[in-house]
C-alpha cells in the first residue's frame, strides 16, 4: 500500500511535468545516507576530596592536598598529561571550601578504562561526556555520493514500473549536509549521521 502511494504520488508529478512541458519530462527522487561517528576522545569530570578518619569504613584521615597529590601522582602513573587538568567554569560560581573541588580533563576514548585505576577514596568521577572532532574532509563526498546513488537506484525502481528509463541528472539540490555543526560535545559515545539530496532526473521513454 505505501509503495503504492509513493508511485501514485511520483506518477501525478511526473503527469504534471509532462503537461506543462512537453519535451522535459522530468522527476524528482530524495536520496538518504548516514554514517555512524564515533567519539574520539573524552571530556571525564572529576572531584578531589578530603577524608576524614572513619571507624566504619576503615579509612584513615587525609587532607585536601594530599588526595590531590595522590591522585595527580596517579594519573600521571596512567600516562595521562596533569597539565589538561582544568576547573571547570561553575567552580568560579560556587564556594566549595579548602575540602573538595571539581576538575575536568580530556583524554582519548581509548585511554577511559584507565581510570579505573585510579584508587583513592577521596576521588570520585563525577559524569563523562564524549567529544568528536570530525575532521574527515571526505566525509561530505562520501556521504553525499551515497546519497546520489541511493537516488538513481530509486529513480531506476519507479521507472521501471512506469516504462520509463532515467535520464541524465538535471539539477541537485543539497537538502541536509551540514555535517559539522552537528555535534562536538555529546553525553553518548556515538550517533548518526545524515545527508539528504533532491535530484531531478531527466525521463527517456
Known amino acids: 500500500m505505501k509503495k503504492s502511494t509513493y508511485l501514485i504520488i511520483l506518477t501525478l508529478l511526473i503527469s504534471n511535468c509532462i503537461n506543462a512541458q512537453s519535451t522535459d519530462r522530468f522527476i524528482r527522487i530524495i536520496g538518504n545516507s548516514n554514517k555512524e561517528i ?11 576530596s ?6 566504619y569504613n576503615k579509612s584513615e584521615s587525609q587532607t585536601y592536598d594530599e588526595v590531590y597529590n595522590d591522585v595527580i601522582s596517579q594519573f600521571e602513573e596512567n600516562g595521562f598529561n596533569t597539565n589538561h587538568i582544568n576547573e571547570p567554569i ?21 585511554d ?14 563525577k559524569k563523562t561526556t564524549f567529544l568528536f572532532s570530525l575532521t ?8 553525499s555520493l551515497q546519497a546520489i546513488n541511493d537516488a538513481k537506484q530509486k529513480a531506476k525502481n519507479i521507472c521501471q514500473e512506469i516504462d520509463k528509463k532515467v535520464g541524465k541528472i538535471l539539477n541537485i539540490e543539497v537538502k541536509e549536509g ?10 553518548n559515545d ?16
Open 178 to 187: 551540514d555535517l559539522f555543526s552537528n555535534k562536538t560535545e555529546s553525553k
Open 38 to 48: 564515533k567519539a574520539d576522545k573524552a571530556k571525564i569530570y572529576f572531584s578531589v
Open 136 to 143: 574527515n574532509k571526505n566525509l561530505e563526498s562520501e556521504l
Open 112 to 125: 577511559l578504562k584507565k581510570f579505573h585505576n585510579i584508587n583513592n577514596p577521596g576521588f570520585r568521577i
Open 90 to 110: 561553575e567552580n568560579l560560581r560556587r564556594n566549595y571550601g579548602n575540602n573538595s573541588k571539581e576538575f575536568f580533563i580530556i583524554a582519548n576514548y581509548d
Open 50 to 55: 578530603e577524608i576524614k578518619e572513619s571507624n
Open 190 to 205: 556515538k550517533f548518526m549521521i545524515t545527508y539528504k539530496v533532491t535530484i531531478t532526473f531527466k525521463l527517456i521513454d
